[in-house]
């Protein structure tokens, strides 16, 4: 039997339809991602953590969710261990998905994982109203149980993401640090496929004495500024000279590192269409984003520079060092969802370590 | 941006033919906008003359002449330009620019191809050097052999093992291409292969398998991006153009999507393509196993469709590239503000779904394969799966209402019609749900992928619910609702629920949109705007949907909008002519003050271009759909004069609705439709036309044949293009042919009238205020009376009209527009047999010729037509035709090579697909301009006659007697051969295809020892000789011209026994009228 549930806002909005997943109340940031394909890879996406998800494509559910085969450690299909995000909004699901490598329907893996859901809402009206009011508090409330209002960047919901202990992945010869701030698995699956060997820390891990050869600051949730001790270590890491790389909340890291300043953005970057100039020069590339927050390249310090440039809002898509190899991307080159078009970096990271390893 | 470009040629597609139609007018003139707005001088070829393209304003330079290398070089001579556009006109330009370099002619002439280099598109053209290419950056394509005689394709089959399909290279449509089980379908298919290309392929098969497309746009500094995916609803076997397609992709996890995504990038980045891109893969459903099926380095069908599934213009950006921008330094048409280097998000999917016309053709096939059939398509816009097909399905306009409730959709055999797919297949499958086929087993039948099937499953179990009940009022509001969101009609819930009776269901109709609208269940607007509501956007882009809760646009309501209703799907008898007369409409709506607003669903035209008006509605142009438009509008009134028969049908409806229908009122449009009144009108006004009757029994049209003799003409009241129409000439066709107009409509009786032979045929068009016409234009058909006027050659000015039937046709025609009281356009059909003239018929509206009129004539009929309607200021001077100085033919351009086995004779229904209209100085220049546009050729050695009737044989003497003069050889069957050589004519006799053991017709096309062939029909019936068939279907078969009516025929051989291709006149439209 279909259950009604609603969709609160702050504001005190109310969007009425019917509830799929799991069936309990949840509150949380609301966000919309304009993507069109790979919920299973979104909704396992750590940087998601404590937001309700609005997806702007109306038809989900198609093709069901793949199994949790796992390869080198890593669930094949998704991004991390579980669904992170807390709730997900969509226009029209549907349970009879078909493809070959689907083992159960979203609905299903969303009860497993208790992440409550809501579908039959006007999503392009409710993402009309982030873009203009930016992104909200939000709660689903499902057989009237009303829970109060959060707001998840309060949290440092990185702490809640990140591995509890060290792990090693693969046996390749380039040293990967990985300082996990909810790390996607499709980072260490790019590295590993580039003869390296990742070891994997927790966000608060002091890695600065450690043997490595290069560095790298991955992806997560929430506000950059919250995660002091990392940014205190990258600092360290900083002021020597081995190769670091970071993507997303990793490359907000760097820059509050180096001494510049990161902002919210009003509703943020979270779709597979964002075009990101490589400064000076003609080339623009598709990538894939989710974040919320950016730098303020006004406060670069002067031996940084802007790698990449948003082409449609001119925000900043990455950063460099000018003299060392230090850069990193505010998009997703990892992809997973999304396009692989930057995948071309983690190269560039090789490149890197292969020179300082002379 | 620099670039030194100042004149561009740009080579267009010609006439409207299956597999190349529409879409390049709106590629076309997207290009030529993107040149004007640089600064660069354009110069078009194009001899279709109803195009939006072709109209002033658009180019600096026209020319209505072949799209061939002669002509292209002597425009090149005259025009002098620096650059050309090849990848705008279809496969047609494709064609001639690959000539063109071959011959070195862009060289001789230092023409710079821009955009995709000539050397990229030859290797997406030729397969075998396509597939070496991918094979180089590891790519797969279907194991296939090219081979370039039958037995080698016999050879490789063997190799390969069947079932394989073999396809002709450099062909467009999937001309030519097939599925083979056996060696003996393979030797047939393969000789009809390689009648049109030199070249064919013989690979294996992979039927079953997903059938995915991306377009993918690259600049000169390899930045890529892909606008658009599209998935088809058939699998692998059925040619994209003859399938149901969904955009985006729907069955395809994030993985398969961008796996095929970086595969296209991959591609084109080899290829070096600059501009836009197509790339065609097959997909195994089991794994993520594909296939690179194709690539086409050019605009397509599926790019004109995904600039309007997404609102990115593809080929106006494609254009802008290939002048040398970066794609980042291109503004998003929609946003204004973001770039254009990003991908469309689509928060809405579209389906398109094709438009077939096959009952229009006699002996056709109606199975659907690997080679193209359909005439034309539609796009339907909705938030969920459900409501896009049940709009689309409706669009397609054949008396469907959406997937479910279609009375006129039995199959005696379904598992047949589901496992062998004609263009009834999908209401196979809602026969089969109906019947209680579980998903699994149509999905071994059909191989269509399940997804979609349950989401048909949805429709058909919602369609259980509501007939449960009974009534509106107890209908649960939560079920009337999801009905909506799932696209059902108030058509269709009146039928469920309120079960009436056949016939007229208009009040229950309303009873629905009444109960609906008191629950407050109404549609909302949305907007198309690329970025999923990302950024806010400025367009105009809308479409209607049950599944939201606020609309995208704040109507102002001030009575400024006026509302043109489009034409709807290309088909048989509607094509791009009223997609010009709409888009000029708005034009006219814009110059008088008003707010333009376009209704039309056919992304194949220029009218679907948001550019070309205010608000654009994509969106059915049902009379529901409108209402609902109407309500959310309130406009000043609606035009539905200029989209042909589809709006004109619904005049007399909206006004019952109380909606202000402009220009002529909607009593006296449906005066003119109707048979009996629009009789009694002429019989008042003392206007002759053919006799008449309608009956509704054998006996009763016995008696009335008696009075008038045999031939006569039958009808079914009230359809278009005559559809089912015929000329019976005896009372065993009569009977055979009654059987089949009475399944046609039940509801109306038949209409017989007598029907005049050796008569002329004449159009009439004009545009009146207030019943007093402004303008008019007369032409005359080359052929008698008795070949559809959509068919027919037209002529205009009239050269062979007296003066006399000049003078009484407009005094006729002033006297029904003052009788009809007519503002706007209308059209009448005469026939005229020495000065004894009778009305035909008369539509209110605009017609199919009104582009070439308004062309020849330099003045805009239609702008006019608005003006008129719209109270406007009427200029006090208007042209005249006789003081034109040269003359415009129209000639047709059929598609009989496509449409497998039909017989490619004329007849009252009319079988073409398009049109050209060229300009001359003289009635044989442009009458000789004119057939070359559509594809004939000047013979160069012997020509194969059978002159069938008399009357032909003697319209035909004088013809052959010049082509004996000229050195022709000239064949001609027995008959033909005795007449002509009885009348000194040296002619070589040749057997029936029937008469075995000598050299018979049929061997001289197959050995192409002739280069043009006349078969005349013997009688007006449809049961044409065997021999006679077998003749004309060789023709058309092995590519060999063929004219089947004697006056044309003639027309034709004057022309190039007067005229050579040396001595044509090359000039642009601008020199012809000013």
């Known amino acids: ?358 | 941006m620099t670039h030194n470009i100042k004149k561009v040629l740009v080579l267009g597609s010609g006439a409207l033919k299956i597999g190349e139609a529409g879409e390049f007018d709106y590629s076309g003139s997207q290009a030529l906008k993107a040149m004007k707005e640089e600064g660069i001088k354009t110069v078009l070829i194009n001899p279709n003359v109803a195009t939006v393209q072709t109209s002033k304003g658009i180019a600096d330079e026209i020319y209505f002449l072949p799209v061939t290398p002669y002509f292209v070089e002597q425009v090149i001579l005259k025009e002098k330009p620096d650059g050309i556009l090849l990848a705008f006109g279809g496969q047609t330009a494709l064609n001639c620019g690959i000539e063109l370099f071959n011959a070195g002619t862009l060289e001789k002439y230092n023409l710079k191809v821009l955009g995709t280099p000539i050397e990229t598109i030859i290797k997406t053209e030729d397969r075998e050097i396509f597939a070496n290419e991918l094979r180089k950056i590891d790519v797969k394509t279907p194991n296939s052999v090219a081979v370039e005689s039958i037995d080698a394709a016999l050879e490789a089959a063997g190799k390969l093992g069947f079932p394989i399909i073999v396809r002709a290279a450099f062909t467009l449509g999937g001309q030519g291409s097939g599925f083979c089980n056996n060696m003996d379908e393979l030797r047939v298919l393969a000789e009809n292969a390689l009648s049109y290309s030199s070249q064919i392929l013989v690979e294996e098969s992979l039927k079953g398998w997903k059938e995915v497309e991306y377009e993918v746009v690259r600049d000169a500094y390899d930045n890529c991006i892909t606008v658009c995916n599209m998935e088809n609803f058939d699998p692998l076997g059925i040619h994209t153009g003859e399938s149901i397609v969904i955009a985006p992709s729907q069955t395809l996890t994030n993985s398969e999507y961008h796996k095929l995504r970086s595969l296209a990038l991959k591609i084109i980045r080899h290829l070096g393509v600059v501009g836009e891109c197509n790339v065609q893969y097959a997909l195994d459903p089991n794994s993520e196993d594909y296939r690179v099926i194709e690539v086409n380095a050019r605009l397509s069908r599926s790019s004109a469709l995904a600039s309007k599934a997404t609102g990115y213009p593809l080929a106006f950006v494609a254009a802008k590239l290939g002048l040398g921008y970066a794609l980042q330094d291109l503004k998003n048409a929609v946003t204004k503000v973001t770039t254009a280097c990003f991908e469309p998000a689509l928060d809405y999917v579209v389906c398109k779904i094709p438009r077939w016309d096959l009952n229009k053709f006699e002996g056709v096939t109606k199975e659907i394969g690997s080679s193209m059939k359909s005439v034309g398509e539609v796009m339907a816009i909705g938030r969920n799966f459900e409501e896009a097909i049940q709009k689309g399905l409706r669009m397609i306009g054949q008396g469907m209402h959406g997937f479910v409730g279609n009375d006129n959709a039995k199959f005696d055999d379904i598992d047949k019609e589901l496992s062998h797919p004609t263009d009834m297949r999908i209401f196979a499958v809602a026969q089969a749900l109906e019947k209680g086929y579980s998903i699994n087993q149509i999905h071994d039948l059909t191989a269509i992928d399940k997804w979609f099937l349950s989401k048909l499953e949805n429709i058909s179990k919602l369609k259980w619910k509501l007939k449960k009940c009974n009534q509106l009022a107890s209908l649960d509001t939560d079920l009337f609702r999801k009905s909506k969101v799932y696209g059902f009609s108030d058509f269709q819930i009146a039928r469920f629920v309120l079960k009436p009776k056949d016939g007229n269901m208009e009040s229950e109709l309303l009873q629905v949109r009444n109960a609906r609208k008191k629950l407050g269940i109404i549609p909302v607007v949305k907007q198309i705007d690329t970025l999923a509501a990302e950024y806010p956007a400025q367009t105009n882009y809308l479409y209607l949907t049950y599944s939201g809760c606020e609309n995208d646009v704040v109507y102002e309501h001030d009575n400024k909008s006026v509302i043109v209703l489009g034409s709807g799907a290309y088909r048989i008898g509607s094509s791009v002519e009223f997609d010009w007369c709409s888009v000029n409409a708005l034009s006219g709506v814009k110059k008088e003050g008003y707010r333009s607003v376009m209704i039309n669903y056919n992304p194949e035209t220029v009218s679907t271009d948001y550019d070309v008006c205010d608000r654009l509605y994509f969106d059915e142009l049902s009379f529901e759909r409108v209402l609902d438009i109407i309500d959310l509008e309130q406009p000043k009134g609606v035009i539905v004069s200029v989209g042909g028969q589809i709006p004109n049908n619904l005049a007399m409806r909206l006004h019952e609705a109380k909606v202000k229908v402009l220009g002529t009122s909607p009593e006296n449009i449906d005066r003119a439709e109707n048979r009996k009144t629009f009789s009694d009108m002429l019989d008042n006004l003392g206007v002759d036309q053919p006799r008449w009757a309608e009956l509704s029994s054998l006996e009763a049209i016995q008696t009335f044949i008696d009075e008038v003799d045999f031939p006569v003409l039958i009808r079914p009241s009230y359809v278009l293009s005559g559809a089912a129409m015929n000329v019976v000439s005896n009372k065993n066709e009569l009977e055979h042919f009654l059987n089949l107009a009475t399944k046609v409509s039940k509801q109306y009786p038949v209409v017989v009238s007598e029907f005049i032979q050796q008569a002329k045929e004449i159009e009439f068009d004009g545009v009146a205020k207030d019943g007093i016409v402004l303008i008019d234009a007369i032409s005359e058909h080359v052929e008698f009376a008795g070949v559809h006027s959509g068919d027919a050659t037209l002529v205009f000015p009239p050269q062979k009209l007296y003066f006399e039937t000049i003078r009484r046709i407009r005094k006729i025609a002033g006297e029904i527009a003052k009788s009809l009281n007519i503002t706007g356009p209308f059209n009448m059909q005469l026939l005229a047999k020495d000065n004894d003239i009778k009305v035909i018929e008369c539509n209110v509206r605009a017609s199919r010729s009104f582009p070439f009129v308004s062309k020849v004539m330099n003045y805009n009929f239609v702008e006019l037509a608005a003006k008129a309607m719209l109270n406007g200021i009427i200029p006090t001077q208007m042209p005249s035709m006789f003081e034109l100085e040269n003359i415009g033919v129209k000639a047709s351009q059929f598609s009989f090579s496509r449409l497998s086995k039909a017989d490619p004779v004329l007849g009252v229904d009319m079988a073409s697909t398009g049109e050209v209209g060229c300009i001359g100085p003289d009635y044989y220049d442009a009458i000789l301009k004119s057939m070359l546009s559509v594809g004939y050729r000047i013979p160069k050695k012997s020509i194969l006659i059978s002159s069938g009737p008399i009357r032909s044989k003697i319209e035909l003497l004088q013809s052959t007697q010049m082509l004996q003069e000229k050195g022709y050889k000239i064949y001609g069957t027995r008959g033909t051969a005795k007449f002509l050589s009885d009348n000194d004519v040296e002619i070589e006799a040749v057997a029936w295809p029937d008469e075995e053991g000598e050299k018979t017709a049929l061997d001289l096309i197959r050995s192409k020892e002739v280069d043009f062939v006349i078969n005349i029909p013997k009688n007006l019936s449809e049961n044409e000789l065997f021999n006679d068939y077998q003749i004309r279907r060789a023709a058309i078969d092995l590519n060999v011209p063929l004219v089947t009516n004697a006056r044309l025929a003639s027309a034709f051989i004057y022309s190039f026994c007067k005229k050579s291709l040396e001595t044509l006149d090359i000039n642009s439209y601008n020199h012809y009228v000013s």
């Open chain 1, 1 to 358: 039997m279909l259950k009604q549930a609603k969709l609160i806002l702050e504001d005190g909005s109310e969007y009425h339809g019917t509830s799929f997943g799991y069936e309990g109340s949840v509150a949380g940031e609301m966000v919309f991602n304009t993507a069109m394909t790979g919920y299973p890879e979104s909704l396992s996406d750590p940087s998601y953590r404590g937001q309700i998800l609005v997806t702007t494509f109306p038809l989900i559910g198609n093709y069901g969710v793949p199994g949790d085969r796992k390869e080198d450690d890593l669930f094949r299909y998704f991004e991390s261990d579980k669904i992170q995000l807390s709730g997900f909004v969509v226009s029209d699901y549907t349970d009879d998905f078909s493809h070959w490598n689907a083992s159960l329907s979203l609905s299903d893996w969303m009860k497993e994982h208790q992440i409550p859901g809501i579908y039959g809402i006007d999503t392009r009206a409710l993402t009309k109203k982030l873009r203009t009011n930016g992104s909200m508090k939000a709660k689903i409330v499902v057989n009237d149980q009303d829970v109060a209002f959060i707001d998840p960047n309060s949290r440092h919901l990185v702490s809640e993401v990140s591995t509890k202990e060290v792990k090693t992945y693969g046996n390749g010869k380039h040293k990967v640090l990985l300082l996990d701030c909810g790390c996607k698995n499709n980072i260490i699956r790019c590295l590993l496929k580039r003869d390296t060997t990742v070891i994997r820390v927790p966000y608060d891990y002091d890695f600065t004495n450690d043997d490595y050869d290069g560095l790298f600051l991955s992806n997560g949730p929430g506000d950059p500024k919250l995660n002091v001790k990392a940014i205190d270590h990258v600092k360290t890491a900083l002021s020597q000279d081995k190769p670091i790389m970071g993507i997303c909340l990793g490359t907000q890291l760097m820059a509050l590192a180096a001494g510049a300043d990161t902002y919210k953005l009003k509703y943020g970057h979270r779709s597979h269409n964002q075009p990101a100039l490589l400064k000076g020069t003609k080339r623009c590339f598709i990538t894939s984003q989710n974040h919320g927050y950016a730098i303020d390249t006004d406060t670069l310090p002067s031996d940084w520079e802007v790698l990449f440039e948003n082409a449609n809002d001119n925000t900043c898509e990455g950063i460099k060092h000018k003299t060392k190899p230090f850069f990193s991307s505010q998009f997703h080159p990892e992809a997973s969802s999304g396009p692989t078009d930057t995948e071309f970096l983690f190269d560039d990271f090789i490149g890197m370590m292969e020179e300082y390893k002379g």
